[in-house]
């Protein structure tokens, strides 16, 4: 991990995860109807202006279970336009060499983030 949490927006928080348990899932968004298991690798930034927090990663998640079914490999990347202020998300689920689903989206932050 690098950087700090900071409201000049040009400073950044860097995180990169290589083979990290995705069990940490649970303690960080705290919905007990959910249950992640499997390993996550890959980048996350996020920068704070105005508290609102602006991110961009490229993580994937190999052998992702949720609540013990076996969902397969999950490849997430999100970027914020910052002119905008979307944060452009696409994701793809496969197992072995099957894609099962694609997922493109916008996420429009708010001041309640």
């Known amino acids: 991990m690098h950087g700090y949490k900071s ?3 040009n400073k950044i928080l860097r995180v990169n ?3 990290l348990d995705a069990e ?4 960080l968004i ?8 499997g390993r996550m690798s890959g ?4 920068n704070y202006e105005s508290n609102i927090p ?5 993580l994937g998640i190999d ?6 079914d076996y ?14 202020s979307v944060v452009d998300l696409n994701a793809e689920l496969s197992r072995q060499d099957l894609k099962m689903l694609t997922a493109n989206g916008s996420y429009f932050p708010d001041s309640t983030g």
Request: glycine share 2%; charged share 20%; hydrophobic share 40%.
């Open 7 to 9: 409201n000049d927006p």
């Open 17 to 19: 995860a290589e083979n």
């Open 24 to 27: 940490l899932l649970n303690y």
């Open 30 to 37: 705290r919905y007990k109807a959910l249950n992640f298991k």
């Open 43 to 46: 980048d996350v930034v996020v």
């Open 54 to 58: 602006r991110f961009a990663s490229n």
């Open 63 to 68: 052998s992702l279970f949720i609540n013990n």
């Open 71 to 84: 969902l397969g490999n999950l490849e997430l990347e999100s970027n914020w336009d910052m002119q905008t």
